[in-house]
């Protein structure tokens, strides 16, 4: 299994690659390329070579979530045990932004 944490504008490519050299589990992250035929690239590759291809919203570059690596980096929180994140209600992953910094 693989994690491809990249940027979306690199993520089809790799992911192309990975499931071309047989691995069977790869997890990527919202949003899940660059254009639509880069994602119709990604899936069709997967089910080709019978890859899982999972995609999650992680939002690991928000203002919050950078904050909270340096707090836990520099030690003023202590060590964390869960994160726990709510969005606007009945929004859905798919139809959330952040708002602007």
């Not at 590759?45 to 291809?53: D, M, N, S, Y």
């Not at 999972?54 to 340096?70: D, W």
């Not at 994160?83 to 952040?98: E, I, M, T, V």
Request: proline share 5%; with cysteine; charged share 25%.
């Amino acid at each position: 299994m693989v994690s491809i944490s990249t940027w979306q504008g690199v993520r089809a490519e790799i992911t192309v690659a990975a499931a071309n050299a047989g691995v069977k589990g790869i997890l990527g992250e919202k949003p899940m390329a660059a254009s639509l035929g880069e994602a119709d690239d990604m899936v069709e590759v997967c089910e080709k070579q019978g890859a899982k291809l999972a995609i999650g919203h992680q939002g690991r570059f928000s203002a919050v979530n950078t904050e909270i690596r340096k707090l836990i980096r520099d030690g003023a929180i202590g060590e964390p045990t869960l994160l726990h994140r709510r969005s606007k209600p009945n929004a859905g992953l798919l139809n959330y932004r952040h708002p602007p910094d």
